[in-house]
């Protein structure tokens, strides 16, 4: 479980880079839709020659759900951010606050939980609010909210909402048994809507893929991989096999690694204010992750997530 928490840190955090870089020359929901429609044939691929004929096989009810959380976490959280990341200097929002952004998806899942009727643990909340405080440590030396475009900002924000709902309702509705072939469909789901978004505002007009450049493509191709297929993955496999406020800590460690790839590739700065806000988000992370580890039986089989 470790290991699968650890890649969504590190590869998601890197994505939001990837982003910016793929939508420099590329349609942004387009690309995103040839995102996952490449990464969910890929996926589906290896299962049917690892598994068989019957490796794709789900009920109607489980298809239906599986396309709708694919549209909530894709369409809606994935696609608004790339939305939102798209456009000229001033307009887009930086991929690191971005992520800081995302970063949200915590608090919105655990007000989920409690509006449904859970009460989580008291260290559960401690360390997503401590968390929060990080992430505002985290975003006061670079610029505060004046810097950061409004309706982009926005757009990220509404983003988060959709991923979260699309999170929670993973783990409360009848999902095929397999987290893999969950992907699958998900995926489908989420580039077939990308796709009609993308028509829908006119992205294909005048496009000319002569005119992508290979650093967009190289972006586009790292998306795929490490982002859908490894990341995506491995989300979707946590969200089946760990309490749901644990699988959103992903977001607490995101902004740090984007920031870090800001330092390393871009030169900026890394004040003592950001390292005072990544130390806090680490802490908060720890502080939720300690607190929300599953239990083994005596058997030392892992036993049913909670929520299922």
Known sequence: MWTALLLVYVLWGSTYLGIRIAVESMPPLGSAALRFAAAGLVLAVVLRLRRGAGALR???RQLGSAALVGVLLLAGGNGLVVLAESGPPGVAVPSGIAALLVATVPLLVVLLRTATGDRPRFWTLAGVTLGFVGLVLLVLP???TDAVPLAGALTV???AVSWSV?????GRIRMPADPFVATVYEMFAGAA?????????GELRGFDPGAVTTRSWLALAYLMVAGSLVAFTAYVWLLHHAPISLVATYAYVNPVVAVAL??????????AQVLLGGAVIVAGVALVVSTERPRRPASGTPPEPPRR
């Open 58 to 60: 789900v009920d109607r």
């Open 166 to 170: 699309g999170s929670f309702l993973s």
């Open 262 to 271: 800001g330092a390393l590739i871009v030169a900026e700065p890394v004040t």
């Open 157 to 159: 924000v509404a983003g």
């Open 142 to 144: 670079r610029g505060g």
């Open 193 to 201: 809507a990308l796709a009609v978004l993308s028509a829908g505002r």
